[in-house]
């Protein structure tokens, strides 16, 4: 089985900050990877897929890069809105999820 | 719009079964694969079971295979979940999803369940 791991586990920041969450494979997924935010209460919502696609209607403060093992999810500018969890998920053999980041307020 | 409305958790006893549903809206269901994805209290997002559209694939994740049965009915626009022999591991949220090209776009808002005597 692939295994993903995040880091951080948790991330304090403030509005406006560039925000930088890591996801390592611990084998190559190719770029079979997403990534996606979660409030409390609520179903996760996709950010991006294939490690740089942006989907529809994601603004674009959010972007995301890598292949093969290491991949990155970068807010260029907190917004109030995403305080939030984020999780990675790879797709390449059947599906993983990484363990979360939390993302809260400094 | 797409929609996603999942059913059929609540509380039950270890060793019981529970079904649950997800009932989808706002597309051609035949057209898309499915998932299930739970979420256990506090915790991280744990794949579980996924279904080919006419359902002639299906897998599942180590930790519910020969417990979980991932069913669907294209007729009515709906997606199951047969759990069987429930575990207190099994406490969670669980999830539906549609699959696009194996990432998860849409996801229904969740239906608890707490396996508890």
């Known amino acids: 089985d692939i295994q993903l791991t995040q880091s951080p586990s948790t991330l304090s920041a403030s509005v406006g900050d560039r925000v930088t969450i890591s996801c390592r494979a611990s084998?190559?997924?190719?770029?079979?990877l997403a990534w996606y935010q979660q409030k409390p209460g609520k179903g996760p919502k996709l950010l991006i897929y294939?490690?740089?696609s942006l989907e529809s209607g994601v603004p674009s403060r959010f972007s995301g890069s890598g292949s093969g093992t290491d991949f990155t999810l970068i807010i260029s500018s907190l917004q109030p809105d995403d305080f939030a969890t984020y999780y990675c998920?790879?797709?390449?053999?059947?599906?993983?999820f990484g363990q979360g980041t939390k993302v809260e307020i400094k | 719009q797409v929609q996603l409305v999942e059913s059929g958790g609540g509380v039950v006893q270890p060793g019981r079964s529970l079904r649950l549903s997800c009932a989808a809206t706002?597309?051609?269901?035949?057209?898309?694969?499915m998932h299930w994805v739970r979420q256990s209290p506090g915790k991280g997002l744990e794949w579980l079971s996924v279904?080919?559209?006419?359902?002639?694939?299906?897998y599942y994740a180590d930790s519910v295979k020969g417990r979980f049965t991932i069913s669907r009915e294209n007729t009515n626009n709906t997606l199951y979940l047969q759990m069987n022999s429930l575990r207190g591991e099994d406490t969670a949220v669980y999830y539906c999803?549609?699959?696009?090209?194996?990432?998860?776009?849409?996801w229904g808002q969740g239906t608890p369940v707490t396996v508890s005597s």
């Open positions: 998920q790879q797709y390449s053999s059947y599906s993983t």
């Open positions: 294939k490690a740089s």
């Open positions: 084998q190559s997924v190719s770029t079979w």
């Open positions: 706002g597309f051609i269901f035949s057209d898309y694969g």
């Open positions: 279904i080919w559209p006419d359902g002639s694939n299906i």
């Open positions: 999803a549609r699959v696009r090209q194996g990432y998860l776009d849409f």
